[in-house]
């Protein structure tokens, strides 16, 4: 029996809701890659299960199983996704050394910068029973928005004038911040109009909207119970 005919699809462990997941998704979807799904319901502990930790010891999701090859963190897996998967017309992360330099630029400010002001934006009402978003966090997320607003002046995506991997993890990122912390369009005119051209892409809306859909109603469907 030939290697090919058993190897089987790579397993993602995700949660739908999650930006970093839906970065995967995208990621898989522009290369055209079927992925085995496994939800995990972080809420109710099953990223601390003996079982997950073997996988991922941080217990964090995303996590990808690849035939044994185990990867976390969803930007490494967006990379890892690319250098195997993509076909010889698909330049994601492309090979050369100083255009990965400036998609992992571009990723670090994501996983630095972006994702962590999303966090603490949405976890705590999801987790800690908040009742209401600061505004100090919805400006302080605003203030990011200025650094791709810079990054676009350069090119039509973050990276150039070519999708990578740096669009696709950023996009899940920003999508979940605009809906709280909106962008001003005058303000930010590249990056709305980046944000538009993200959300044109076929495979946008099954692997990135439905999910944001998700967790924007449950935190403004927890906040606006907790009002009452």
Known sequence: MSSAATTKKPVLYYAPRSPPCRAVLLTAAA???ELDLRTV?????????PEFLLLNPQHTIPVLDDNGTVVSD?????????D????PDVALYPKDAAQRRLIDARLYYDCGHLFPRVRFIVEPVIYFGVTQIPEDRISYMQK??????????????LAGDKLTIADLCSVATVSTAAAFAAIDAE????????LSRMQALPYYKANNQEGLELLVNLVKGLLAERQN
Do not use: F, R
């Not at 195997?84 to 076909?87: D, E, I, L, P, S």
């Not at 990011?144 to 039509?156: H, M, N, R, S, V």
């Not at 303000?187 to 980046?194: A, D, F, I």
């Open 31 to 33: 290369l055209g890659l």
């Open 187 to 194: 303000k930010y005119p590249k990056l709305t109009q980046w």
């Open 41 to 49: 319901n972080v809420k109710a502990g099953e990223h601390m299960t």
């Open 144 to 157: 990011a928005y200025d650094g791709l607003e810079q990054c676009l002046a350069q090119g039509t995506y």
């Open 74 to 82: 969803s930007h490494v897996i967006c990379s890892y996704l690319a």
């Open 84 to 87: 195997k998967y993509a076909g």
